[in-house]
């Protein structure tokens, strides 16, 4: 079964911008080897870290959205943990979170279509009002 996930890593500052190609497009080519289908790839760019990380104050981001089982994300996983130019990275399965989301809007819906009828506008309200002075003051007084 396939699930979607975001991985995201950081790259050395200092590494080239070749040697950073290589190396995306080599994680790419081992995850689409593994069986992963890539729904996006982002290049970030440099970005300062909240905190140093590996004494790198700021690092290049890698975004990729995929599809996939568990087997090549693991794999994808033992490629950045031992690939020396990345600093940090982070894999989430964000189809758990598509279904929950949609789960949540479907019980909106359903608590929306419970709901009683709204209350009578203020238009109306104003309408009756007008309406009950308009017979008061035509009706005769003692």
Do not use: C, W
């Not at 994300?73 to 758990?96: F, H, M, N």
């Not at 909106?108 to 009002?129: D, F, G, K, N, Y």
């Amino acid at each position: 079964m396939n699930r979607t996930y975001e991985v995201i890593f950081i790259l050395r500052p200092d590494l080239p911008e070749e040697e950073a190609d290589k190396l995306v497009s080599g994680l790419e080519h081992a995850a689409t080897a593994a069986g992963a289908v890539f729904r996006k790839v982002d290049r970030l760019g440099r970005r300062r870290l909240a905190y140093r990380v590996r004494g790198f104050r700021e690092g290049n981001y890698v975004l990729f959205d995929l599809e996939t089982g568990a087997a090549p994300i693991l794999e994808l996983q033992r490629r950045l943990r031992v690939s020396e130019p990345v600093i940090k990275y982070l894999a989430v399965r964000t189809d758990e979170l598509a279904k929950r989301l949609e789960k949540d809007r479907r019980h909106r819906e359903a608590r929306l279509q419970r709901r009683p009828a709204p209350a009578p506008s203020e238009t109306s309200v104003e309408a009756e009002m007008a309406a009950s002075a308009e017979a008061e003051e035509s009706s005769p007084t003692a």
